[in-house]
């Protein structure tokens, strides 16, 4: 649930960061019932490039809730295909500019069953057969990322041979 100033400060990001291609925000984490779990979370360091995608040891993102993107992430590259399309547009981001994220929360975020957290990651049961399911759906979903990455990088032939060289070794 958005906060009714939400586009106007994310908006005021792109014009504060002319090189942002993404910009999002910290969220406030809330239960089915909309009590508060956690307050500012999902906040991103930033702001994020590729020389921070390559060494932070750990994939990071913004929240596809909280982002707002400029065109050029959509029009005139390859269609999103994929289930996380936040982690594609992070990394298509990264191909242009920088990656912002406001340290206030914008929205809330409703914590349910329907989350990628819950499909994706989820656990069920210590079993080795639930730990290998979990772990496939964590493959394929990286191979989606990359897959998309790797189009992006074929429909650019105009990135900067430092840009390009980043992007590969990502």
């Known amino acids: 649930v958005s906060y009714p100033d939400r586009v106007a400060k994310l908006l005021a990001a792109f014009e504060a960061h002319p090189d942002a291609y993404a910009v999002g925000s910290a969220v406030n984490e809330v239960d089915d019932s909309d009590r508060?779990?956690?307050?500012?979370?999902?906040y991103l360091d930033s702001p994020m490039n590729q020389h921070k995608l390559l060494h932070e040891g750990?994939?990071?993102?913004?929240?596809?809730a909280s982002m707002a993107?400029?065109?050029e992430l959509i029009h005139g590259?390859?269609?999103l295909?994929?289930?996380?399309?936040?982690?594609?547009?992070?990394l298509r981001a990264?191909?242009?500019?920088?990656?912002?994220c406001l340290r206030e929360p914008l929205l809330n975020y409703r914590r349910h069953a329907g989350?990628?957290?819950?499909?994706?990651?989820?656990?069920?049961?210590?079993s080795r057969s639930a730990r290998r399911q979990r772990y496939e759906r964590t493959i394929r979903m990286y191979?989606?990322?990359?897959?998309?990455?790797?189009?992006?990088?074929?429909?650019?032939?105009?990135?900067?041979?430092?840009?390009?060289e980043l992007a590969e070794q990502i």
């Open 36 to 42: 508060l779990l956690r307050r500012e979370a999902w």
């Open 94 to 100: 990264s191909l242009f500019g920088q990656v912002y």
């Open 81 to 90: 295909v994929g289930l996380v399309e936040d982690n594609m547009l992070t």
């Open 143 to 164: 191979r989606e990322i990359a897959d998309d990455h790797e189009r992006c990088l074929r429909a650019l032939p105009q990135l900067t041979p430092e840009r390009r």
């Open 115 to 126: 989350n990628l957290g819950q499909t994706v990651f989820v656990r069920k049961g210590p």
């Open 77 to 79: 590259l390859p269609q």
């Open 69 to 71: 993107v400029r065109r």
């Open 58 to 64: 750990k994939f990071v993102t913004l929240l596809g």
